[in-house]
């Protein structure tokens, strides 16, 4: 089989290197990639946006399966474009994309259909945005409306923060369209659990639960990033929890999709809390999430293209999706200095081959021949074991057998997981 894999950070790396295990799989195509990608997959310079561009690709190319990971292409309707011309697709269609295209929309669909999440008002017009926050209480977040990669979201800690986040999106424009509408909730308080799902309509199979760690320094302190490294399973998500969040959230997400003709069929990416009133929806992604993938897919079992296949042919509910529920996994992301604002590139990386399989490769370029760093996050270092403590010290010690100048990583990744083990 041809695979084509639409994208170009870690999450792609780590999508393609579960999806060459099956025996099936001939050629593995990435649009566009990245230097580092270009180790498992033959790396093409046609951006993930450019619907036309990766149409003609897979056209030429004789694409059997097009996997398209990131929101930009799903929003703008790749998965249609693809499967009008034939090429099965996994990943939702434009008109489901929309859960995660647009807050406004995805709000109103948790309150048309009774599933848990923030208390919000939506607003078009600025004056009456800030009139609403005169009387809230504090701190209440911010969201643009649509797509800002993934900085759309501003948590405020007084009224004056509040109506500064208000202006720079609906005035100053700083997120562009996405801030035409604003949400504004309440904020709320309790563990976060990022909890990625399969699904194909009709089934709905979660994968192992995760926990982020979005802050770019240690004790969650510094500017907040695309995610400094991930713990999986995460502990406050028990078995209890997962009930109540199948039958609350998960399913009734599904089956309202369905009810507004809008037939979810992907990866549907659940960002919960886990409230003193129960879980509530945070976010909904309508892909992978980064860098969650990291550490979810190394603990499946199950064959990815297979999964990926029966949720295409909405026959998932026939398939064993299977995760190493017994073991943990760690994901540590090595970052150039300055992230998530200002850095330098450039710099050659240096990665062991005893230790390759487990990089998934995120910001870089081929330089004279040389991987070198190209962006802000560099490289997702990933460690399965037995335990959590484990898999954590496999991870740091794989990271000290890396190097490139100017790399800077948290030194305390799935450290609040393990005090949450003990409580």
Known sequence: MNILVIGSGGREHAVIKSIKKNPAVETVYCLPGNGGIA????CVNIGAKDIDGIVKFASENKIDYAVVTPDDPLVLGCVDALTAVGI?????DKKAAIIE??????????????????????????????????????????KADGLALGKGVIIAQNLAEAEEAVRSMMADKVFGASGDHVVIEEFLTGPEVSVLAFTDGKTLV?????????????????????????????????????????????LPTMNAMNAEGRT?????????????????VIEYNCRFGDPETQVVLPLLESDLLTVMQAVTNETLADVEVKFATDQSACCVIMASAGYP?????????????????????????????????????????????????????????KVEKIHFDNAFCRKDIGQRALKAMKE
């Open 88 to 92: 099965p697709c996994f990943g939702p």
């Open 39 to 42: 180790a498992d997959a033959t």
């Open 341 to 397: 604002q200002s850095y330098e590139k450039g710099y050659e990386i240096t990665i062991p081959a005893e230790v390759a399989d487990s990089v998934y490769v995120a910001g870089a370029a081929i330089k004279d021949g040389k991987l070198v760093n190209s962006g802000g996050r560099v490289l997702g270092v990933t460690s399965v074991a037995d335990t959590l403590p484990e898999a954590i010290a496999a991870s740091y010690a």
């Open 206 to 250: 979660p994968m192992v639960s995760s926990m982020d760690h979005k802050r770019a320094h240690d004790n969650d302190e510094g500017l907040n990033t695309g995610g400094m490294g991930t713990v999986a399973p995460n502990p406050y998500y028990t078995a209890d929890i997962a009930d109540v969040c199948m039958e609350t959230i998960f």
């Open 101 to 142: 295209g647009s807050k406004a929309f995805s709000k109103d669909l948790m309150k048309k259909y009774g599933i848990p999440t923030a208390a919000y008002e939506i607003f078009d017009d600025m004056d009456k945005a800030i009139a609403y926050l005169q009387n809230k209480d504090m701190p209440i977040v911010i």
């Open 264 to 280: 979810f069929k992907g990866c549907l990416y659940f960002g919960l809390m886990l409230t003193p009133k129960g879980p509530k």
